[in-house]
């Protein structure tokens, strides 16, 4: 039996417990007694079955069968409904209630570029919605089908790197092609290549996805964001093909590149692109990790080492104060004599935080880097506690994705929010974000900065808190609004790397103004004039 479980698990399906650590921090922090433990909230694990069947005419079914082949259109009650939704929490609450109300009318699994052409030109003349996807990882609702339509799947077929050139590092990869795989490919092609691109939804992201959200990975202060590593792409559009050709650099007008990543499949299908990629030489890797007695100071020595001209560390990343207490409860670091003398030298709990770096290249580049970056934590009053809690974060770095379902089955709101900030705004913006949060009684927010430009950084805001039981959605969208408008007035931008979908669309217009959307609006109109790619007000456009 397939459930609606099924489709809203994170990742393997296989059930993920939470360790005694974390039970202690939501016994301590929620109040939950051992009986609330042994509760599971809206489960999900009812069969899944909609209440509506495809409503596309025969005739069209028929004629993209003949495109694509039967086995490659699926119209099964799992298939849509696996195809209705992404990861947003609401979205998932949603799914734990087994509420779909729009699913997609076909599933379709092209087999090549010339199927999505005709795919588009059968839609296009019949005014049929398309929402293309990967892997599904969207947290902004990205993926979610209201005018129903057809779900276009590209990891089945359109999962292939096309090329690696070895000169000119650089590599051509199908969209439909996930994370791992295009990471295993490059590490083991000739001398080992990476891609540099680790998002948290690695695991299960598409490398068209990581383009389309205008993703960011956890190495992007040395690799860049994945705008910062496309060299060129391919998109098909209702209205024609867009290729653009590979260069190092241009001037020839406006850059299209900007156009499409970003996009979120409101122009077209991107099908394949050419990014950048770098020697993998993971026996250069060298790790440093550090605590600071307040955020203050570490965010301090994270402006000073980017604006400094030491070179780029890879990983850079600070745990405000909460998210380093709650890192330290759940490995019971509690009372033990280093918590004792830690304490003792002025880094208390509570107040202290980590950081974590590592640095990618040659040996004499990572040996001049980490230097740098010691002489300049040390400046600002850190401890230097070695390479292990770095390499050991890295080791768990996918992980806590998977926390989450098990933490909504205790009826707790699991969320997180991102946005980006100038080094003069990041405090206020930290403290103004978390006295919102901390406004609701029973509630953790865990803070981190993990992608770092020397001009600022962004904030990524995990929040936890029970749910209101009965009334878990409208509760949570109200929480929810409250914190994008504490961020847009606190100077912060709507995202940094989630993307906007239609989540975040209401609050476009405040964000870029209304000559920029119109803006927005014209190039959709010229590429999408029958408004068929992923409708429904993703990115606030229109239909």
């Known amino acids: 039996m397939n459930t609606y479980r099924d489709i809203f698990k994170w990742g393997d399906k296989r059930e993920t417990p939470i360790d005694s650590g974390t039970f202690k921090i939501i016994k301590e922090k929620f109040g939950y007694a051992e009986p609330d433990l042994q509760v599971k909230h809206l489960f999900g694990n009812q069969e899944v079955k909609l209440g509506s069947q495809c409503q596309l005419e025969k005739s069209i079914i028929k004629k993209l069968a003949e495109i694509v082949g039967s086995e490659n259109i699926k119209d099964d009650d799992f298939s849509r409904a696996s195809h209705a939704h992404g990861k947003f929490y609401a979205e998932l609450l949603k799914l734990r209630k087994g509420e779909i109300l729009s699913p997609p009318d076909l599933v379709i699994y092209p087999r090549s570029e010339e199927d999505i052409i005709q795919i588009l030109e059968v839609c296009n003349i019949n005014k049929i919605a398309i929402t293309p996807v990967g892997g599904r990882s969207s947290v902004t609702c990205g993926v979610e089908t209201p005018n129903k339509g057809i779900s276009l799947d590209l990891t089945k077929h359109l999962n292939k790197v096309l090329e690696v050139n070895t000169i000119n590092s650089t590599s051509t990869v199908q969209s439909g092609m996930f994370g791992p795989a295009f990471e295993n490919y490059l590490n083991n092609f000739g001398e080992g290549f990476t891609c540099g691109h680790f998002p948290q939804s690695f695991e299960y992201s598409t490398v068209g996805g990581w383009v389309a959200a205008k993703g960011a990975g956890q190495a992007s202060t040395g690799y860049g964001k994945i705008e910062h590593m496309v060299l060129s792409l391919k998109v098909i559009t209702p209205s024609g093909i867009i290729e653009t050709k590979t260069y190092p650099a241009s001037a020839q007008g406006w850059d299209l590149h900007p156009i499409f990543i970003g996009s979120e499949g409101t122009l077209g299908v991107i099908t394949r692109v050419t990014m950048k990629i770098h020697k993998h030489k993971p026996e250069n890797t060298k790790y440093a990790s550090f605590i600071f007695k307040n955020f203050d100071s570490a965010v301090n020595a994270m402006r000073i080492a980017m604006q400094s001209g030491i070179g780029l560390p890879h990983l850079f990343r600070i745990s405000d104060p909460e998210e380093s207490e709650i890192a330290f409860k759940s490995k019971n670091f509690d009372n033990t004599f280093a918590d004792k003398f ?11 935080c980590l950081m974590f770096v590592a640095v990618d290249g040659s040996k004499r580049y990572v040996n001049q880097v980490i230097k740098s970056i010691k002489e300049i934590t040390k400046t600002q009053g850190a401890f230097f506690i ?8 890295l080791e768990q770095q ?18 997180t929010l991102e946005t980006a900030v100038m080094w003069d705004n990041l405090i206020p913006l930290w403290n103004a974000v978390r006295n919102y949060l901390k406004s609701r009684k029973k509630t953790v927010v865990m803070v981190h900065i993990s992608h770092v430009y020397e001009n600022g950084a962004n904030l990524y805001f995990t929040f936890l808190s029970p749910m209101q039981k009965g009334n878990e959605l409208n509760d949570y969208h109200e929480y929810h609004k409250g914190i994008i408008e504490t961020i847009q007035t606190h100077k912060g931008s709507l995202s940094h790397h989630h993307g906007v979908g239609k989540t975040l669309a209401p609050w476009m217009e405040k964000e870029i103004g209304s000559e920029a959307l119109k ?4 190039i959709k109109n010229q590429l999408d004039p029958n408004g068929i790619m992923n409708p429904g007000n993703t990115l606030g456009l229109k239909p």
């Open 342 to 352: 830690l304490n003792l030298l002025g880094y208390k709990s509570g107040n202290r």
């Open 386 to 393: 070695g390479a292990g809690p770095t390499k050991k974060w």
């Open 398 to 415: 996918y992980s806590s994705a998977y926390l989450r379902d098990p933490l909504m089955d205790l009826g707790i709101m699991t969320d």
């Open 519 to 522: 803006l927005m609006q014209a």
